[in-house]
């Protein structure tokens, strides 16, 4: 059974940085395009960031310049590493390789 499980929520201050880890079991990871999203309280689910299994990669505005996605292809596992994070980041941030999703692991900035 093809499974995601995300890695690296937790709390941190305006400012600061954490990394995210989604590793991918199965045979789901090679070709396929891995993306994380992120859903805020009374919010709909949103795109944050795409990476091909070649390494082209796309992001969200909101995010662009902060946040940085890449793959370890031999460890089947997508990293996003999110820097600058501000409190409108707060939010449930879930892997994705269609049509499979991770459970999700939360991210919260507050002082």
């Known amino acids: 059974q093809v499974q995601l499980v995300e890695s690296g929520g937790g709390l941190v201050q305006p400012g600061g940085s954490l990394r995210l880890s989604c590793v991918a079991s199965g045979s789901i990871f090679r070709d396929n395009v891995m993306g994380w999203y992120r859903q805020a309280p009374g919010k709909e689910r949103e795109f944050v960031a795409t990476i091909s299994s070649g390494g082209t990669t796309i992001y969200a505005d909101s995010v662009k310049g902060r946040f940085t996605i890449s793959r370890d292809n031999g460890q089947n596992t997508v990293f996003l590493q999110m820097s600058r994070l501000r409190p409108e980041d707060t939010a449930v941030y879930y892997c994705?390789?269609?049509?499979?999703w991770g459970q999700g692991t939360q991210v919260t900035v507050s002082s």
């Open positions: 994705r390789a269609y049509p499979i």
